[in-house]
């Protein structure tokens, strides 16, 4: 059973850096693609930035795209997303994922099993 728990989510003001964490109870050796999605209450889950474990390939969605940068420390079993010059329209809840399963898409959120709680992300103007 993996868990996940994000950390890092609160409120700044627009153009300011915020770094997320999200720690994985097992090794991420062990999974075969991590994830960071996000959601605004009444819409989609939107898929943020992803990585297949052990590729150099990163994914990003076209709204943080050159913004935001996805990053694992595979010694402490972290997860990262490092966003830049936030806008309020990146305000949503921030959610970790992975899946250990092969063959997933990064960007499905219906392809991880395993999901954190969630942290809170607010960009005011």
């Known amino acids: 059973q993996v868990q996940l728990v994000e950390s890092g989510g609160r409120s700044v003001q627009t153009g300011e850096s915020l770094r997320l964490s999200c720690k994985l109870s097992?090794?991420?050796?062990?999974?075969?693609?991590m994830g960071w999605f996000r959601q605004v209450s009444g819409e989609e889950r939107e898929a943020v930035a992803g990585m297949y474990t052990g590729t150099v390939f990163l994914y990003y969605g076209d709204s943080v795209k050159g913004r935001f940068t996805i990053s694992q420390d595979v010694a402490n079993n972290t997860l990262y997303l490092q966003m830049n010059s936030l806008k309020p329209e990146d305000s949503a809840m921030y959610y970790c994922?992975?899946?250990?399963?092969?063959?997933?898409?990064?960007?499905?959120?219906?392809?991880?099993?395993?999901w954190g709680q969630g942290t809170q992300v607010t960009v005011s103007s």
């Open positions: 994922a992975a899946d250990v399963s092969r063959g997933g898409r990064w960007y499905e959120p219906q392809d991880f099993e395993y």
């Open positions: 097992g090794s991420i050796s062990s999974t075969y693609m």
